[in-house]
């Protein structure tokens, strides 16, 4: 609006008309081109489309267009607003505009083209035309103050131009205001630029570049005081809404280009002030801001209290610019890492006796007595004694840790005290397993009765004094219960379904591909440690055999998973298979299960929702 569309056309109707040419350009001094600059050419028709939209009209021109021009090389029809005509009115000037005569002309020109049917455009040659710069509209009204002898200043031009956004025809018609509401003619006092602020409501650079820093600053006090002020200053707060994202753009193109000047419309004292604001803001968070405050900005527009809602999505804005991001804090982790600060972490001896999740199960029995980790000394393991089999074995005093031991700085009260009997009774069942333990048989047959020894856990896991390895090898082939066979069969411990899901999902994770054939079989039944697996015998006899060729990976992550070294697997064929109804899961079961797939979980993470329905 108000950039030289008319203008343009009528030095391009010159140029057409001009009966001495210079390059192209008009002489502006032949009968024709004062004629259209007096706006009396007969040959040069200019029409106010907003005005004459009717259907009438384009047939009037249709039947114009056939005459001759009379004094002029070409007749020209200019047709301002085109946008504004009749669906009818085009349809009426669609033949005439597709074949014009040879010596007809249209120029149309209009602020919103996307109105303009696109049978029209595709028929003609666009010209669009920018914003005019700030710059240049301050020197016409520079030029035209001095012409009218009108004292105003400089700074207060410049805030016309930023108030015109880009038109001369709105910058022009502000200076107009300005003189009438001052009336700084010859003789008195210049206008100034804070006269200037205070009649289109806007905000002194100074005060922006204030208001600015508290933004970048995160300094929240700062910035509601600061609109209130604007606010009660009686400034239009949608233009200053506009202002806060032209000096968030223009600092941010300050900090992200060598030269800021070539992209922003500024001088260079207020490319200076952006360059002043970028030191120390990053990118990403003048980003944020700018995303978060241009995406309410046409709800602004709309607010019934523009101010509560100004502060309320700029201190959203604030607070999402200025949250601190995962990647700092992986970057501080790194620093604290590399500068060795979490050394001092690993010695502490209550951090570095944490059980770790996953790690090596519990002993299944306890034994007698409780003895703090702390105050057992560091002994040599004693070695077990095996004539027959020619290995290592462990006394009775070792046997029994509620036995008194020689030379240990334990005390009474780290101990737990038994009555009489229960010693008695504890030495009578140790000296039985010693007697055991020296025959390989009874080890072999006794491993796994309610009877069976359990080596204290602090003596196989700790490392001897002496630091021989020989022992400590030989301390752990002592057989245990928690070697031997489960206490539950597989068969009591897991269902056939859920059993071969949980295994088609741990060899997923090894070998993708298998886990996909694995999971076309159906888990039939659990016998004797043994998981049945079934395959439709029509459709499914080339993945049988591929699960087959890779049944000893299977196995393994089978025994891995139950703990049950005597676990396996069987795969058979069946007729009719796929035609027998599949059982439903739950909904529990599919989110359990697509949670646990890293894209899903890394989508869910990351717009921190959660899983509501999965489908089959």
Known sequence: RGIGKTTSARIFAKALNCKHPIDGEPCCECSSCKAIA????????EIDAATHTQVEKARDICEDVLHLP????????????????????????????EEPPAHAKFIFATTEVNKVLPT??????????CRIPAELIANRLEFIASEEKIQISRSALEVIARAADGGMRDAQSLLDQLVSFFGATSGGE??????????????????????????????RTAAILSIHQFAAQGKNLETLFEEILTWLR????????????????????????????????????????????????YLLREAINKQVFMETILLKAMRAAHAIKMEDILIRLNEIRRNGELDGIEKIPSLARVPVQG?????AAVMPSAVSIDTVPEQPAVPLEMPAAGKKSLSAETLNPSAPVSGSKLEKSEMTEPDTKSEVAENKQVEKNDEKLTDPENMITESNSSTAFQPNEEYLTEEPSDGSEEETTNMTEVPSVSEGPHSMSLKERFSPELLWRKLTESVSRIQPSLGAIMGGGFADRIENSTLHVLYDAKDDVLPIQMVTKDKSLIRNELRKMTGDGAADIAFALRDGLH?????????????????????????????????VDVME
């Open 120 to 129: 029209v455009i595709s028929r003609c040659q666009r010209f669009d035309l």
């Open 359 to 363: 790690g090596s199960p519990a002993p």
């Open 579 to 611: 035609s027998q109804p599949i059982p439903k899961r739950t909904l529990e079961e599919l989110k359990h299960d697509a949670g646990a797939n890293p894209m899903v979980k890394e989508v869910v993470d990351l717009f921190s929702g959660a899983i």
């Open 250 to 297: 223009g600092v941010l193109l300050s900090l992200v280009l060598p030269d800021p000047q070539a992209v922003l419309d500024e001088n260079p004292e207020k490319i200076n002030c952006y360059r002043k604001l970028a030191q120390g803001s990053r990118p990403d968070t003048l980003q944020i801001l700018l995303e978060q405050l241009a995406a309410s900005s």
């Open 38 to 45: 007096d706006e009396s050419s007969v040959d040069v028709i």
């Open 70 to 97: 009379i004094s002029s090389k070409y007749k020209i029809y200019i047709i301002d607003e085109v946008h504004m005509l009749s669906k009818s009115a085009w349809n009426a000037l669609l033949k005439t505009i």
């Open 190 to 219: 210049s206008i100034s630029e804070a006269q200037a602020l205070s009649l289109f409501g806007l905000t002194a650079p100074g005060e922006m570049e204030s208001l600015l820093h508290s933004i970048l600053a995160n300094d």
